[in-house]
């Protein structure tokens, strides 16, 4: 499943960057973006955000890599992978407001949040290194966690749905 998403990957995961790319199920890109305070259209505020539709709901794109508020997955789950090549990279699970599994992709052994086992079948399905061994390629950690946000969250971002403009919104930083 790593190959479907290689066009995403050439397109934003190449060179110096940083990306925060967040899965949300069976939510729509306004929703999403209201859910976090920002207002469609308007790109006056400090943080932009863009919001596709995809399959089982909506996936958001930034460059700032902030944490996504907790009304974001009230009632539903999401998936955020922040990445980039000047910091520390992070997937998080959240379900209903409430983190339940978090780490650094290259470290998926070393997880935290409420229950940090919470997606353990897929991540021993995709061959992540669950016994303290580490990924020997940054990329190969990256792409697996991009992967794991599509299972786990259901939510499927496809070359036809970023064909599509998305809705672009702005809120504040968070503090």
Not at 99 to 108: D, G, K, L, Q
Not at 133 to 147: C, G, I, K, P, Q
């Amino acid at each position: 499943m790593v190959v479907d998403y290689a066009w995403f990957i050439e397109e934003y995961m190449n060179g110096d960057y940083f990306l925060g790319m967040t899965f949300v199920r069976g939510v729509s890109p306004a929703e999403a973006l209201h859910r976090i305070g920002a207002t469609p259209g308007d790109v006056s505020r400090d943080w932009a955000i863009e919001a596709y539709a995809a399959d089982g709901g909506a996936v958001l794109l930034d460059l700032h890599c902030y944490e996504m508020p907790e009304a974001l997955s009230r009632g539903t789950e999401t998936a955020r992978l922040v990445t980039g090549t000047t910091m520390d990279e992070e997937f998080v699970y959240s379900i209903n407001g409430v983190v339940a599994t978090r780490f650094e992709p290259s470290f998926p052994d070393d997880r935290e949040g409420s229950d940090p086992d919470y997606l353990l079948t897929h991540m021993r399905d995709l061959g992540m290194p669950l016994d303290g061994e580490e990924f020997t390629d940054t990329r190969t950690a990256r792409d697996l966690a991009l992967v794991l946000a599509v299972r786990a969250t259901g939510v499927n971002l496809t070359p036809a749905h970023h064909a599509v403009p998305s809705i672009t919104g702005s809120t504040d930083c968070p503090s």
